[in-house]
């Protein structure tokens, strides 16, 4: 296992580690813009962050515990992480989607000490809250009133604008999308340095592979900031000392847009929003100058390989691919070897260790599917599930249940998720190559593919296919035939769909589906197909 690498010089801004020192040489420097028009300096940022380190330890926060937030992408949400991440405790972000009961159950699963949340979520927030047992003096409302909440903005002109003491670098816990099951806390221990110490040991680590280097860079967040990937990224960049430009809801062209008057740099994306991004008139693609774009990161699901070659054709080779989990470990491949090497989801990371295993633990030889084991040389553990956290470890590794085999340069591919699996008269099908080429119909805008039961074969292979356009149901009916044609020109007979349905896909707003419940909703009977009037 590789040691953390000293920290180089090229990932200081101006001398400067991180977002505290740069807010101390360069206050005035911009730090966040946001979609109404707002801005805030390095140093009206770091004001804001110490007085809320102190009020978070005003309301009993303790080194280990854990403040949950339920904010929009949002200066707020930023401040909140900064200002946890500097009083040992843990960040737990939370979706605004999620019902009350859902949103309960992650405040009393985490044991959170403190809610801060939005007005505009003050309905599920004050009830969750109550539901939680969570106590008064840790229920905190931004942006406006909340029943039962402290105004939290009132109480930070009472607090000291100096660095709270004993300062600790914090954690986030994230959960997972429950896409397999219900949420689990995803947690490492912390390690009791100060921030700028922990930052000096990681922020190389994860900059230097993706090509992100200090400077004045613009970083584009276009995707929920409660979801990992784009919550970890923004904070990365802020102690790059980039200007993060916030946009509360996705818009295809309003991305573009803000690409080119901001001369965005980066942004972290999922494939689905590719595939979005691909669907715009090419006229109107061309008419945005998107030359600044020197780093586009993607991850979170599968990218169908024609659709990655799409984006680099337009974009330049400026993709950058990783397969990883919260958990830790991971892989990562940039565009030219991914050309040289379609389809991979990259090699380890060079300070994680990777193997491809079978059910009974053995290592498998290149070229045959297993299921993925990783680590990066940091522990995790569920939270309050110690009984999940040891069934997914092999020795010092832990595996996510996805399936995928490694070719003989150490090039990882991903197959599907071992519960994803259909097995159709003895043989694996993976759903995820099938839902790739159903991708590129130019008709198809979604596409999830699940296996039935199937009294002669075990299982059969079904696509729920979502249109790109309304369409009078003559020609849906017409588009069914066409997609089955279409996959009997493209895939084998065994891996081709027995039941295509013309319906929209149930995905998450971080890209994801879950296919149990895609599986259980079709059983069901709850998914209707499209009729001629339905929107798509």
């Known amino acids: 296992m590789a040691n953390a690498s000293p920290v180089d010089p090229i990932y200081l801004c101006d001398g400067a580690l991180g ?16 979609c109404d028009g707002g801005c805030s300096t390095f140093g009206e940022l770091r004001d804001r962050v110490d007085r809320l380190s102190h009020a978070l330890r005003g309301c009993g926060v303790k080194t280990g515990e854990a403040v ?6 949002s200066s707020d949400w930023l401040a909140s992480a900064l200002a946890i991440s ?25 044991k959170s000490r403190v809610l801060i949340a939005d007005h505009r979520f003050a309905s599920t927030a004050s009830q969750a809250a109550q539901q939680a047992a969570l106590p008064e003096q840790g229920r905190l409302a931004v942006a406006g009133d909340i029943p039962g909440f402290r105004d939290l903005q009132s109480l930070l002109p009472a607090q000291p604008d100096d660095p709270p003491g004993n300062r600790l670098a914090g954690g986030i816990m994230f959960y997972s999308s429950g896409t397999t099951g219900r949420p689990k806390g ?27 280097r200090a400077g004045d860079g613009a970083h584009l967040v276009c995707t929920p900031l409660y979801h990992a990937a784009p919550g970890s990224r923004a904070i990365q960049m802020l102690h790059l000392g980039h200007r993060i430009v916030l946009l509360e809801k996705w818009d295809s062209e ?32 061309q008419r945005y100058d998107l030359s600044s774009l020197r780093t586009v990161i993607h991850a979170a699901a599968p990218c169908p390989p024609e659709t990655k070659r799409r984006m680099i054709d337009w974009l330049g080779p400026v993709l950058h691919e990783y397969y990883a989990c919260s958990e830790g470990g991971g892989t990562y491949v940039g565009s030219d ?75 990882l591919y991903l197959c599907d998720r071992r519960t994803d699996l259909i097995l159709s008269g003895g043989v694996n099908i993976y759903p995820a190559e099938i839902e790739a080429v159903l991708m590129q119909h130019p008709a198809v805008s979604d596409a999830v593919v699940v296996g039935l ?67 259980q909703a079709l059983l069901a009977g709850e998914l209707r197909p499209l009729a001629s009037a339905d929107p798509v």
Not at 264 to 283: E, Y
Not at 454 to 477: K, R, T
Request: proline residues 8%.
């Open 19 to 34: 977002f505290w020192q740069i807010a101390e040489r360069q206050p005035s420097r911009i730090a966040i813009m946001e």
């Open 68 to 73: 949950a937030v339920l904010l929009p992408n």
């Open 86 to 110: 500097q009083i040992g405790a843990y960040l737990v972000p939370l979706n605004w989607h999620l019902t009350t009961e859902e949103l309960a159950y992650l405040l009393s699963n985490s």
């Open 186 to 212: 995803i947690r490492r221990p912390l390690k009791g340095l100060a921030p700028e110490v922990a930052l000096a040991r990681t922020l190389p680590l994860y900059s230097g592979m993706f090509g992100l």
């Open 254 to 285: 309003r991305v573009l847009a803000l690409i080119e008057s901001e001369r965005i740099d980066s942004v972290q994306l999922v494939p689905i929003l590719f595939h979005r991004l691909l669907q715009l008139p090419q006229s109107l693609r």
């Open 337 to 411: 070897d991914w050309l040289r090497h379609p389809g991979t989801v990259g090699r380890r990371y060079p300070f994680s260790k990777l193997a491809i295993l079978d059910e009974d633990g053995t290592e498998l030889p290149a070229g045959e599917p297993g299921l993925i084991y990783m680590n990066d040389g940091f522990d995790f553990e569920y939270f309050n599930d110690p009984q999940k956290t040891r069934s997914v470890k092999r020795g010092d590794m832990f595996t996510a249940g996805d399936y995928g085999y490694l070719d003989e340069e150490g090039w």
């Open 453 to 519: 039961p199937d009294p002669e074969w075990g299982q059969s292979v079904c696509a729920l296919v979502q249109p790109h356009e309304a369409a009078p149901a003559p020609a849906l009916e017409a588009l069914r035939a066409e997609l089955m044609a279409y996959c009997e020109r493209h895939l084998a007979s065994f891996k081709r769909p027995k039941h295509v349905l013309l319906a929209p896909v149930p995905r998450t707003d971080a890209g994801k589906v879950g296919r149990a419940a895609v599986r």
